[in-house]
């Protein structure tokens, strides 16, 4: 493949990823008083790696002797992109409302894996990608802020803001390990052995916190939104940003998580019929126009 043409589909598999995580942390919220979080996330992922299953099935052997070679590598990837990222933002809806669920998640990963890739994998951080992740988080702030200073100078972060903080630092590590995953192993079978690993993880506390909660009342609707997280946020989400790291590298794919926000928006213009307005056109062109000029360079 041509590396333009594979630079493209990384972009779109960034896209398509990010606008299926956008309804996560609006489901985050909205389900709170009905699931404990942690039962939330265990449902999820045991709902994916059900589905990923007979998929990978013929591939078992691979599977069993990838886990052989790298048991801490897998056990790493299961823990911080399956058990903590999204258990952790979960439980951050307990506290704050989505609106700072995506915010504070969208805006904090990005400059964390650019950090961590800078200090901790020596990666060089070019001026272009700098004033790409700059057009980004200002796109970001401005919908914040609702295009008013005294709004955002107004927003105050909670208990529920350092929750979400540390899911997006489990999720920025998760997005630079992927990048070392070995390429003889297929991408959906990464994906089974992550979110098997990553299940495994949160049986002991899924125990503890059926002793301590209310049972769950199931309803059609409630095991509706299990299997969108199982299969669209997890599966087909988690497959397209995988692939879009492979293709155009951790960093530059870490940039499209702004656009969560942007699609929030528009997912609620569309479902709760709200009035577009300027502000949403001002963010939407700094966030698109960061990402073009991060992504302007096929070697950044």
């Known amino acids: 493949m041509k ?8 972009v779109l598999l960034a896209v398509i990823a990010t606008l299926i995580w956008s309804g996560n942390f609006i ?7 009905s699931i404990p979080p942690v039962s939330l996330a265990f449902y999820r992922w045991l709902c994916a790696t059900l589905i990923l299953f007979p998929l990978v099935w013929k ?32 439980v951050a809806g307990k506290y704050s409302p989505a609106i700072n669920l995506a915010l504070v998640g969208t805006t904090s990963s990005p400059l964390m894996v650019i950090l ?6 020596k990666e060089r951080i070019s001026w272009i990608r700098a004033i790409g992740l700059l057009l980004c988080m200002s796109g970001i702030l401005f919908l914040m802020a609702k295009g008013s200073w005294e709004n955002l100078l107004a927003l105050r972060f909670g208990k529920g803001d350092l929750w979400i903080l540390a899911g997006a630092l489990a999720f920025a590590i998760y997005t630079l390990l ?13 994906l089974f052995l992550a979110f098997l690993i990553g299940t495994i993880c949160l049986v002991p506390f899924y125990v503890w916190e059926l002793k301590s909660s209310v049972p769950v009342h199931w309803n059609p ?3 509706g939104i299990i299997l969108y997280l199982g299969l669209g946020a997890s ?20 940039l499209f998580g702004n656009l969560i926000p942007l699609f929030s928006s ?22 698109l126009s960061g990402l073009v000029l991060a992504n302007r360079i096929q070697k950044l």
Request: proline share 2%; charged share 15%; glycine share 10%.
């Open 3 to 10: 590396t333009e043409t594979r630079s493209w589909l990384g």
């Open 27 to 33: 489901i985050a919220r909205s389900v709170h008083n």
């Open 59 to 90: 591939d078992r052997t691979a599977i069993v002797m990838a886990v052989r070679e790298q048991p801490g590598y897998y056990l790493a990837i299961g823990i911080t992109g399956v058990s903590l990222f999204n258990t952790l933002v979960y």
């Open 116 to 121: 961590l890739g800078r200090f901790v994998f």
């Open 178 to 190: 992927v990048r070392k995953k070995n390429d003889s192993v297929k991408p959906d079978s990464f």
């Open 221 to 223: 609707g409630l095991a």
């Open 235 to 254: 599966v087909i989400a988690f497959l397209c940003w995988n692939g879009a790291i492979s293709r155009i590298g951790a960093v530059r794919t870490s």
């Open 266 to 287: 528009i997912e609620a213009l569309w479902l709760l019929n709200e009035q577009l307005g300027w502000v949403h056109l001002i963010s939407g062109l700094l966030i």
